[in-house]
T-cell receptor
């Protein structure tokens, strides 16, 4: 089944404890992206990647890192999480057919930072 | 921010009625897309309309695009309780390959 898989789905952690949210897609998509969703603010893009070894900042990159060493994986790293990073996180991917980006989303990762 | 804005923020209708949601955006676009999100779950792509198109249909969905007003609308006809969800517009800006999402409309369809 074609899908985007995020792990963990739920996580409670403490301030300053490094964590990684993994994202993997099995559709050979070039484009991958991370979003965070907060009440009243919609989805805001954190980082995106057009292809392997190519990453760019989105609207809210502060406090996050990403890497794209393989086409299928796009992990989101929080080096020193803070309570304002408590949020619902989504990974998404897309082929880049004729320049179009149409996203397939993962199920989401709900992160709480105490 | 390059986000679009949906209007209204929330909409409640009776089953069988039509639901209309609007989206306004700020820059020139390549295409505009609508997504649906059931509570707390990942978004699902519904429909895409290119900048040179004015109207598009998919089943009970009808999308219009007015690039002069930088706005789009999503019409869901003959709504069902299962249509209850949040709906987001997303724009791909001209010269870019990135999506920017609006803040969403929460639709409740009452059986």
């Amino acid at each position: 089944e074609a899908q985007v898989t995020q792990n963990p789905r739920y996580l409670i952690t403490v301030t300053g404890k490094k964590l990684t949210v993994t994202c993997s897609q099995n559709m050979n998509h070039e484009y991958m992206s991370w979003y965070r969703q907060d009440p009243g603010l919609g989805l805001r893009q954190i980082y995106y990647s057009m292809n392997v070894e190519v990453t760019d900042k989105g609207d809210v990159p502060e406090g996050y890192k990403v890497s794209r060493k393989e086409k299928r994986n796009f992990p989101l790293i929080l080096e020193s999480p803070s309570p304002n990073q408590t949020s619902l996180y989504f990974c998404a991917s897309s082929p880049r057919d004729r320049g179009l980006v149409v996203l397939t989303f993962g199920a989401g990762s709900r992160l709480t930072v105490l | 921010s390059q986000q679009g804005e949906e209007d209204p923020q929330a909409l409640s209708i009776q089953e069988g009625e039509n639901a209309t949601m609007n989206c306004s955006y700020k820059t020139s676009i390549n295409n505009l897309q609508w997504y649906r999100q059931n509570s707390g779950r990942g978004l699902v792509h519904l429909i895409l309309i290119r900048s040179n198109e004015r109207e598009k249909h998919s089943g009970r969905l009808r999308v219009t695009l007015d690039t002069s007003k930088k706005s789009s609308s999503l019409l869901i006809t003959a709504s069902r309780a299962a249509d209850t969800a949040s709906y987001f517009c997303a724009t791909v800006n001209s010269g870019a390959n990135n999506l920017f999402f609006g803040t969403g409309t929460r639709l409740t369809v009452i059986p």
